[in-house]
């Protein structure tokens, strides 16, 4: 393990070193990249997802003009009428990948696919293997993994005839592990991505951005958004949530609303590249005249958040599940002192610092399909967190402040991190302090 360590922290300070304005050799950059996270992932994570979830070929069916979730993920290419991505386990120590109804200079010359063919007959291909137990893109809470329109399972079915549709099942495990266990070339990628985000948000909260009095919320998030056009990179929640939080809870966001003196402005938003999506939050204090800090109340609910923070940081480790580590981070923070919420965004009456934690699978989104630790991820809540799984560790405190007539300052922190055989550790410099704004 140490000296993948040693490894990835050479990966990612080489891959940051090189990033450059864009140019005509960025794009081919990007690209080698990808193709090299598709070989490794192919090579190293395949197989493992296959066998555990007991799938013996796993079938990707795209049409023209609409496609997979896991699109960029497997290649891309032209497609015909109809595509299929088809991995199959024949034994050894790999899996057999198959581009059909597929072409495309890129997808072919990356070097990931043993067959790339313009040939779509998918029963022929799937009579000479033989699979027990065909998987296909479906599921109900994972839309990364339910690519398969109701349409084309019809088609599909027909294509396939009997015996072999009967073998369908739903691939979204597999999915999901073949997504969330990750390898040293993606993390030199989504590190890429966190610096980006930081750094966007953080002048995004600075007075080359806004000047109080006169800039809106929604100047703050047009700016942001013209910053990703210029680097060529995606957003990973549509509009940048630039917000006002007081002490009624959350005032607006994106909005015509303008920036005033006082105000507790954050960021939450991620940037996307190479396939990569981050999911972070920043924040930043408007002074008033005369100050040069923020007030004593909102400065001390940042540092509550922060030993929330170094509490779940420490306590999250791999090899148990999801749910099982929600509970043992809201007995460990309670054990500090502090006071589970038990409705989100609706702290009491109470002196004691209330929190609430929602950390969630990041990666390829957002939010994305792996082991999540958070409500509104039930399936995902039962599955196992392993090495190498991304996390974003989000989590919101309530600590009552004397200058908000003893109302509670809400702080949310987040940033991203992977899960390794020692615990969290983060994937860029995490958020430390309230940026101030004069």
């Not at 009456?349 to 699978?361: D, L, R």
């Amino acid at each position: 393990m140490l000296k993948t360590t040693w490894f990835l922290i050479c990966t990612v300070g080489l891959i940051i070193a090189s990033v450059v304005p864009a140019s005509t050799q960025e794009a081919r950059r990007r690209w080698e990249q990808q193709c090299q996270i598709r070989k490794d992932k192919f090579d190293y994570v395949l197989p493992q997802a296959m066998r555990e979830n007991g799938i013996d070929m796993w079938l990707v069916m795209m049409k023209e003009g609409h496609y997979d979730p896991l699109y960029d993920d497997l290649g891309r290419g032209y497609p015909g009428r109809v595509a299929y991505y088809v991995f199959t386990d024949r034994g050894g120590d790999r899996i057999e990948r198959a581009a059909l109804g597929l072409e495309g200079a890129t997808l072919e010359s990356c070097g990931a696919y043993d067959i790339v063919s313009g040939d779509d007959d998918i029963r022929k291909f799937v009579v000479a293997r033989a699979p027990k137990a065909i998987g296909v893109n479906m599921s109900e809470e994972m839309g990364g993994a339910d690519g398969l329109s109701h349409t084309s399972y019809l088609e599909l079915t027909r294509a396939l005839g009997e015996p072999w549709a009967a073998r369908i099942v739903t691939a979204q495990k597999l999915v999901s592990d073949f997504r969330s266990r990750r390898v040293a070339s993606e993390i030199a990628a989504f590190a890429e991505a966190g610096h980006l985000s930081r750094a966007i948000a953080e002048r995004a909260l600075s007075n080359e951005v806004i000047r109080p009095g006169a800039t809106t919320l929604e100047d703050v998030a047009w700016w942001m958004q013209d910053r990703l056009l210029e680097r060529g990179l995606g957003s990973s929640f549509d509009m940048p949530s630039v917000y006002v939080t007081g002490p009624d809870g959350i005032e607006a966001t994106s909005n015509r609303r303008v920036i005033q003196r006082g105000d507790l402005l954050v960021i939450d938003w991620g940037v996307c590249v190479m396939n990569f999506c981050t999911d972070m939050k920043r924040m930043a204090y408007v002074l008033k005249d005369g100050e040069r800090q923020p007030p004593a109340g909102v400065q001390h609910a940042f540092d509550q958040a922060v030993r929330i923070r170094d509490i779940v940081h420490r306590t999250i480790k791999p090899g148990r599940r999801a749910d099982e580590t929600l509970t043992a981070l809201n007995q460990a923070v309670a054990a500090a002192g502090f006071t589970p919420l038990q409705t989100f965004n609706k702290p009491t009456n109470s002196p004691a610092t209330e929190f609430f934690i929602g950390c969630h699978s990041v990666g390829n989104q957002g939010h994305d399909i792996g082991p999540s630790i958070a409500f509104f991820n039930p399936l995902r809540l039962t599955f196992v967190i392993r090495p190498m799984t991304m996390l974003s560790i989000e989590f919101f405190a309530w600590t009552a402040a004397p200058e908000w007539g003893g109302k509670k300052v809400r702080i949310p922190l987040e940033d991203d991190a992977i899960v390794t055989e020692r615990g969290v550790e983060w994937m860029y410099p995490v958020n430390n302090r309230i940026l101030l704004i004069g």
